[in-house]
Nanobody
């Protein structure tokens, strides 16, 4: 499983970005997918996750009601729509895949990772 993130960039506070994670090779439909982020000097933290079917989602409290995770299994793509961005959302965002139908919020329970995409929110 090779994951590739895209869509990061520089945006002003209050703005929006849409991150995408695509997988080449095997289909993503078997995997629970998640987004994590890591800000400079901080530990990696869970952002959002979606089950393999797309039927369930889960969000960190810090992004709830602002971010939306979705997936298109036919296109092997998972997306993270980020609205009302804040400077504290600045981080490298990583896509991760877990070979299970259950959502988990700890990084060590995900088996595959992308290289990350930088999101910078200016005040």
């Amino acid at each position: 499983v090779q994951l590739a993130e895209s869509g990061g960039g520089l945006v002003q506070a209050g703005g929006s970005l849409r991150l995408s994670c695509t997988q080449s090779g095997r289909t993503l439909s078997r995997y629970t997918m998640a987004w994590f982020r890591q800000a400079p000097g901080k530990e990696r933290e869970f952002v959002a996750a979606i089950t393999s079917s797309g039927g369930s989602t889960y969000y960190a409290d810090s992004v709830k009601s602002r971010f939306t995770i979705s997936r298109d299994n036919a296109k092997n793509t998972v997306s993270l729509q980020m609205n009302s961005l804040k400077p504290e959302d600045t981080a490298v965002y990583y896509c991760a895949a877990r070979a299970s139908s259950n959502i988990r919020t700890t990084g060590n329970e995900y088996h595959y990772w992308g290289q990350g995409t930088q999101v910078t929110v200016s005040s």
